[in-house]
């Protein structure tokens, strides 16, 4: 058996992001909310800001991820760098939210929630994502209705509402196993959120990921972890 590094899948089917496996709290500007109870008071947007990936900083979705795309990343040198050294961090340096600056937290500028939905809106900080987390009760759900629902249901531990983190157009991740067939059967599937903090590697940033084993058949991790930031990623907005 062969394990296949993580694959970035954008499975293209139509996902209604406003599901109706959540609760839905209220609307600011335009936008629904869940009032999940938690002890902070945070209310989460009902569905990810869009349905793209977004680099970590960046305000406009979609595109090419690599350090070469990345807008705080630059070349060390004017020599042309070739299609397999795109992501070599030692090729490049920091410009931002780095040791230059000592910033550890995107300014409202650099947050896309905020450039795209308007304050109050934001993006969470790496606290609240784990806040999130631990104020749930997590399950994996797929159903084949119209539309069609993938993704991670949280119920809160406090007052019962519920939030949905979609696998779908918008995000998620897939580990999978090649036999000598040549057939693929996968092995899990996750969904991730982008915060707005900075990691203590500077060239990481922190988010929330959710994993679910097929052949455990249960999410086997769940949390904060860390990521490089010009990985693309799904955002969720929240607001006070």
């Known amino acids: 058996m062969k394990r296949i590094t993580h694959i970035l ?17 209220g609307k600011i500007k335009g936008h629904d909310y869940v009032d999940l109870g938690l002890p902070s ?5 009902t569905s990810d800001l869009s349905y793209e990936y977004f680099a970590w900083g960046h305000v406009k979705g979609g595109g090419y991820f690599s350090c070469d795309y990345y807008k705080w990343c630059k070349r060390k040198s004017n020599e042309p760098i070739k299609l397999e050294e795109a992501n070599d961090i030692d090729l490049f340096r920091l410009t931002k939210y780095g040791k230059m600056d000592g910033k550890t937290r995107l300014k409202a500028a650099d947050d896309a929630a905020t450039v795209l939905w ?3 809106w934001r993006m969470p900080t790496a606290e609240e994502l784990q806040e999130l987390y631990d104020g749930c009760r997590w ?16 119920t809160s531990k406090y007052n ?4 949905l983190l979609p696998v779908g157009p918008e995000g998620g991740r897939i580990d999978s196993i090649e036999d000598d067939f040549k057939t693929i059967e996968w ?5 991730s959120l982008w915060s707005s ?12 990921v959710l994993t679910y084993d097929f052949k455990e058949k ?7 972890y860390s990521e490089t930031r010009y990985c693309g990623m799904p955002i969720r907005a929240v607001s006070r």
């Not at 008071?41 to 947007?45: I, S, T, Y």
């Not at 399950?139 to 949280?154: A, L, M, Q, S, V």
């Open 218 to 224: 249960e999410i086997v991790s769940g949390g904060v």
């Open 41 to 45: 008071g945070l209310k989460w947007a």
């Open 118 to 120: 308007g304050a109050p």
């Open 139 to 154: 399950e994996y759900i797929h159903t084949f209705t119209n539309p069609r629902t993938i993704g991670f249901k949280g």
């Open 197 to 208: 903090s900075r990691a203590s590697t500077e060239w990481d940033a922190q988010c929330l």
């Open 160 to 163: 019962g509402a519920t939030i």
């Open 9 to 25: 899948l954008l499975l293209m089917m139509a996902i209604n992001m406003e599901c109706p496996a959540q609760t839905v709290s």
């Open 187 to 191: 092995s899990s599937i996750c969904a």
